[in-house]
């Protein structure tokens, strides 16, 4: 009974008030949308659900606060390991769900591993960066951190879930960029997975608009000669351009550059180029659609196009004081797709208006800075690793809900965390925090 009221007593002489109240502020306009966007559906089951998930959370988070935050480390390779099982063991005793084969159906509730396994994996990071640090720019110890990453990528894809993998590398990069990694060792990284996109992307935005192919032969070329062809023509072309590019850049300044960068660099774009082929085959066509459309959503607005535009009205509908909760048109008349999910913003944005909306955004970057104070004022490398690749999950899911709900980003699935409908993704986010606090309370100790 002592060190439960030691851990309160703890808590509230270290309690940060900016934190908790953005918190506060999130999970309260979270609830109040979900239950706006779902009522006339489906009446308490969604925000019965979520409330089920919040205490759930709140239980773990207590436990996790109480728990400290250093004892990870030392059993980093158990979380990791355990991560491991949890993804393996879905796709043989897992449930589908619209093509995605992700979910534990408990008894009285569905859970998604993949949700509790990201922060198992900023953990198992945390552990080998902190144990390895003074060899982090190593390029060896550079491509073992990114080995953690790409199994649970891989296994994730065999579900598939796309849109779970999306944040993984971010993560991982910036935790490796924090710990001080080479910027060419990250710049190659995102080098390469840019190409593996970009080139799938490029084909199905130039399909979607014939008009534009039809009056280029090499366009033309690239969108309709099979996949594999695509690569080795986009590799051809690619390293001809290089070379004639390099070649008059170092006759104009005259700057020698090693010949080993150079290869390098080229291996990167055949690799990526490569890849390029498996991410083709890899993503649906559909999602390939939506990853691209919303540089022009009226180009499919029946379509993949369709989520963007509706979102677009829904947002702008609301104008400056809303038009107040549970009256939204869009919202209420089921014109917006998704949303007690995706779209969760929307609903905001259009019964909440603008002031809502801004204020929302606000508390959202109150909480982010605050999850990097935390990190900074950590007692510890590890602890400071750990709520730097937590702060970045936050911040990345939230940049690319909101853009995406504003036509500013592709329509990727991603949930805006700690306000999104979700059972699995509120306790995890929940979670979380109380490893966050764990870490703040412990800063002096």
């Known amino acids: 009974m002592s060190k439960i009221k030691s851990i309160f007593v703890r808590i509230i002489d270290n309690i940060d008030l900016t934190f908790v109240i953005s918190l506060a502020y999130l999970l309260f306009i979270g609830f109040i949308a979900i239950y706006s966007a779902s009522s006339n559906i489906s009446g308490n089951k969604y925000i019965t659900t979520q409330f089920v998930a919040l205490f759930i959370g709140l239980i773990g988070m207590f436990l996790l606060v109480n728990f400290n935050y250093q004892y990870y480390k030392y059993i980093g390779k158990f979380i990791y390991l355990f991560s491991c099982i949890l993804l393996v063991l879905v796709l043989f005793f897992g449930t589908e769900h619209k093509g995605t084969k992700g979910w534990f159906d408990l008894p009285f509730f569905s859970f998604q591993p993949v949700e509790i396994t990201k922060l198992m994996l900023i953990l198992s990071i945390a552990t080998f960066i902190d144990k390895h640090w003074k060899e982090v720019t190593k390029i060896s110890v550079f491509i073992k951190t990114l080995c953690f990453t ?36 990250i710049f190659s990284v995102i080098l390469y997975g840019s190409i593996s996109v970009v080139i799938p992307l490029l084909i199905t935005f130039f399909k979607l608009q014939p008009n534009i192919v039809q009056s280029s032969s090499i366009l033309s070329f690239f969108v309709n000669v099979p996949s594999s062809l695509q690569s080795i023509a986009f590799i051809s072309c690619s390293i001809i351009l290089i070379i004639v590019l390099i070649k008059w850049f170092l006759c104009k300044i005259k700057i020698n550059i090693s010949w080993r960068y150079t290869i390098i660099f080229f291996c990167i774009i055949i690799a990526g180029a490569l890849s390029s082929v498996v991410v083709n085959k890899t993503l649906k066509e559909y999602q390939r659609k939506r990853l691209i459309v919303f540089l022009n959503p009226v180009i499919d607005s029946r379509g993949a196009g369709y989520n963007i535009i509706q979102s677009k009205i829904t947002i702008g509908s609301g104008k400056f004081s809303g038009k107040k909760f549970f009256k939204g048109q869009q919202t209420q008349l089921g014109f917006l797709p998704e949303q007690r999910t995706d779209f969760i913003f929307s609903v905001i944005g259009e019964e909440g208006g603008y002031f809502i909306a801004q204020l929302t955004l606000l508390f959202y970057f109150l909480f982010i800075w605050r999850a990097l104070v935390v990190a900074k004022q950590a007692k510890d490398r590890f602890g400071s690793l750990v709520a730097i690749g937590i702060a970045t999950m936050f911040a990345f899911y939230s940049v690319i809900n909101l853009g995406m709900v504003m036509g500013l980003m592709p329509v990727t699935g991603l949930p805006l965390l700690l306000v999104s409908y979700g059972g699995s993704s509120m306790m995890s986010s929940i979670f979380a925090v109380g490893i966050l606090v764990s870490i703040h309370i412990r800063r002096f100790y």
Do not use: E, N, R
């Open 150 to 185: 790409i199994i649970h990528f891989l296994l994730i894809m065999l579900q598939p879930d796309f849109s779970s993998t999306l944040s993984y590398f971010p993560i991982t990069l910036v935790m490796l960029y924090v710990a001080g990694a080479k910027l060419t060792h």
